[in-house]
Nanobody, 120 residues
Framework: QVQLMEYGGGLVQPGGSLRLSCAASGTSFGIRAVGWYRQFLGKERELVARISTGGNTDYANSVRGRFTISRDNARNTVHLLMDSLKPEDTAVYYC??????????????WGQGTQVTVSS
């Protein structure tokens, strides 16, 4: 099975930045599309960023221009750089992988996520 682990979250002030990281066991990020999700309290997970095996990226409108997803295939790690953070970005952030570049649903098991709290 594919298991994911997220880390790098924390408490930041509005306008600040955080860099989240995702590591996987059971798959190589180099052959998978990878996505970052977030889950607001009491809500379902939603996809906020995705990167294909070829490096193409896509973002939810709510984060486009502020978040950047990237991959380091040599280290089998995917990152989410979050700039200009807003209180409404507060959520638990998860990563997951897709079986194919155009798959609509994630393939891996959900990790525990990492908490991001944006507050003064």
């Amino acid at each position: 099975q594919v298991q994911l682990m997220e880390y790098g979250g924390g408490l930041v002030q509005p306008g600040g930045s955080l860099r989240l990281s995702c590591a996987a066991s059971g798959t190589s990020f180099g052959i998978r599309a990878v996505g970052w999700y977030r889950q607001f309290l009491g809500k379902e997970r939603e996809l906020v960023a995705r990167i294909s095996t070829g490096g193409n990226t896509d973002y939810a409108n709510s984060v486009r221009g502020r978040f950047t997803i990237s991959r380091d295939n040599a280290r089998n790690t995917v990152h989410l750089l979050m700039d200009s953070l807003k209180p409404e970005d507060t959520a638990v952030y998860y990563c997951n992988v897709f079986l194919g570049d155009y798959a609509a649903r994630p393939f891996g098991s959900w990790g525990q996520g990492t908490q991001v709290t944006v507050s003064s």
